[in-house]
Nanobody, 115 residues
Framework: QVRLVESGGGLVHAGGSLRLSCAAS????????MGWYRQAPGKARELVAT???????KYADSVKGRFTISRDNANNTVYLQMNSLKPDDTAVYYC?????????WGQGTQVTVSS
């Protein structure tokens, strides 16, 4: 079993920044993709950003140029640096880690952006 522990959420004013972290532990052997998703109230969960084991990244159009995903393979940790935050970014943010053939989700961390 792989356990994911997220941290870094909170309340911030519009235009501010937050950095999310997600550390994987337990039966970690070879993690493939790592990513962040978010779910706002009344909406479906959506992809925010992903990063492959080789460092290739993908972003949702809504966060391009504002968010940066990165990973530390030695410590099985993925980060999400969020800048220029907007009220529309308010959601519960979940990390996801793929260790094929399974995928694992974190418990979620709340990000609230006030206007």
């Amino acid at each position: 079993q792989v356990r994911l522990v997220e941290s870094g959420g909170g309340l911030v004013h519009a235009g501010g920044s937050l950095r999310l972290s997600c550390a994987a532990s337990g039966r970690v052997f070879r993690i493939a993709d790592m990513g962040w998703y978010r779910q706002a109230p009344g909406k479906a969960r959506e992809l925010v950003a992903t990063v492959t084991s080789g460092g290739s990244t993908k972003y949702a159009d809504s966060v391009k140029g504002r968010f940066t995903i990165s990973r530390d393979n030695a410590n099985n940790t993925v980060y999400l640096q969020m800048n220029s935050l907007k009220p529309d970014d308010t959601a519960v943010y979940y990390c996801k880690v793929d260790q094929r053939p399974l995928g694992y989700w974190g418990q979620g961390t709340q990000v609230t952006v006030s206007s």
